[in-house]
């Protein structure tokens, strides 16, 4: 049985150099040697051992510290330096015994020493030693480079998931496209910034019939693609272009289609995702119904942030009943609470995202903190006020990067 096993690094690996100036020396190395089962290369000099690297790799050098011309710390030296795809371990042997001259070896780049007069015995265990350390290098050699090529193959993975989520964030844009509706008697300016590429927020407003608009917050649980997917589905219920599928209009068996309060709209999302959806995700909503010509609002809470009325004189209100989120209770209740605004007077609804936005501090900015914001901003007309309040909400947090999605609708009264 040989000391010789299969390898990564092929043949080379158990190539031995021989380099010794002596021909005897060289001929009692290389009879062991290949009685071991190495396949043994001789040279009688430095320069005559580099030409042959430069052409043939091994994996062991033995090679003899005195010689004429080039000497073995300065071979070690030279050898190491060469470009290879393979570790090489270079055993000097040596009569030296000063420590000085042990470390000079060391810094030239040499793994191992055997003392003259050579033993069979303590050759073979050094180069036993030897093939395990380079078995090793070899082996994390190999691990290394799968790692790598695991690495480029995630990488490739991220690179396609990240196109695929920039385009899911375009198409999530396309749910708010009209960030600014004039409805006449009042005007609707909707805002949304996603934490991620998207995200589970969603605003909107739409034209019930001539003299009612509605305006609505959703915010469904969760981040990130599901969520998303969450939202997608849930603007097709509350599409203004699309009133078959939308849940604010009823279907009448002689074909007639009726309005439904805003608690009633409420409760059917809370059965469509219990009964129809059944998904383990739940949102919370604020919905409001606009009578244009008289100001009278009508609004259901579920769940979401409580409402905010800032008044023409600068005065502002916290409105709404509370209730559930939809999705969690069957049979959960909702109610209907009314108020009226004045020209000039703003209904605010917005997600959690704004009034659950850690400060620097660490504290949430709370309701407070953000009717103090809206106050300070209430002289701007609704998009710059919502371009500033994003601003202010950044300079808040310390970073523009929210830790959850923000969004609000701003719904004007004219009258």
Not at 176 to 205: E, K, N, P, Q, Y
Not at 356 to 375: I, N, S, T, V, Y
Not at 395 to 412: I, K, M, N, P, Q
Request: proline residues 4%; negative net charge.
């Amino acid at each position: 049985m040989t000391d010789r096993q299969e390898d990564d690094d092929g043949d080379a690996a158990f190539r031995v150099l021989v380099v010794d100036d002596s021909r005897a020396q060289r001929h009692i190395l290389a009879m062991y040697l290949r009685k071991w089962g190495y396949e043994v290369i001789e040279a009688a000099s430095g320069e005559e051992a580099l030409a042959i690297c430069a052409d043939l790799p091994v994996g062991f050098v033995i090679s003899d510290w005195m010689m004429p011309g080039m000497t073995g710390v300065e071979f070690c030296s030279r050898f190491k330096s060469l470009p290879r795809d393979s570790y090489g371990y270079f055993i000097l042997l040596t009569s030296k015994s000063e420590k000085s001259e042990i470390a000079d070896g060391l810094l030239a780049g040499a793994d191992d020493f055997v003392p003259k007069p050579v033993g069979s015995d303590e050759l073979r265990a050094r180069l036993r030693a030897g093939q395990r350390i380079l078995s090793m290098r070899s082996e994390l050699v190999e691990k290394n480079r799968l790692i790598a090529a695991n690495m480029k193959e995630l990488q490739a993975l991220y690179d396609s998931l990240d196109r695929d989520l920039v385009e899911a964030r375009k198409l999530q844009q396309t749910l708010v496209r009209d960030r600014f509706r004039d409805f006449g008697a009042a005007t609707a300016s909707l805002m949304i910034r996603s934490s991620g590429h998207v995200g589970g927020d969603l605003v909107g407003a739409f034209q019930i019939d001539d003299r009612r608009v509605a305006v609505y917050s959703v915010d469904v649980s969760g981040h990130g693609v599901a969520s998303a997917m969450m939202t997608a589905r849930l603007a097709g219920y509350l599409s203004g272009s699309s009133p078959d599928q939308n849940l604010a209009f009823q279907q009448l068996p002689d074909g007639r289609r009726e309005v439904r309060r805003p608690s009633e709209i409420a409760r059917a999302f809370n059965r469509l995702m219990l009964e129809d959806i059944q998904v383990e995700q739940y949102f919370t909503m604020a919905y409001a119904e606009l009578d244009l010509p008289t100001g009278r609002v009508v609004l259901a809470q579920a769940g979401h942030p409580h409402p905010m009325v800032l008044r023409a004189g600068g005065r502002l209100e916290r409105v709404g009943t509370g209730g559930l989120p939809v999705g969690l209770i069957p049979d959960a209740g909702y109610e209907d609470s009314s108020l009226t605004l004045a020209p000039g007077d703003r209904l605010f609804l917005m997600s959690d995202g704004l009034t659950e936005c850690p400060g620097r501090d660490g504290f949430d900015l709370g309701e407070e903190g953000l009717a103090r914001m809206l106050q300070r901003l209430s002289a701007l007309d609704s998009p710059a006020l919502f371009e500033a309040l994003v601003w202010d909400l950044a300079d808040f947090a310390g970073t523009d990067h929210f830790a959850d999605d923000v969004s609000g609708v701003l719904l004007d009264y004219l009258g």
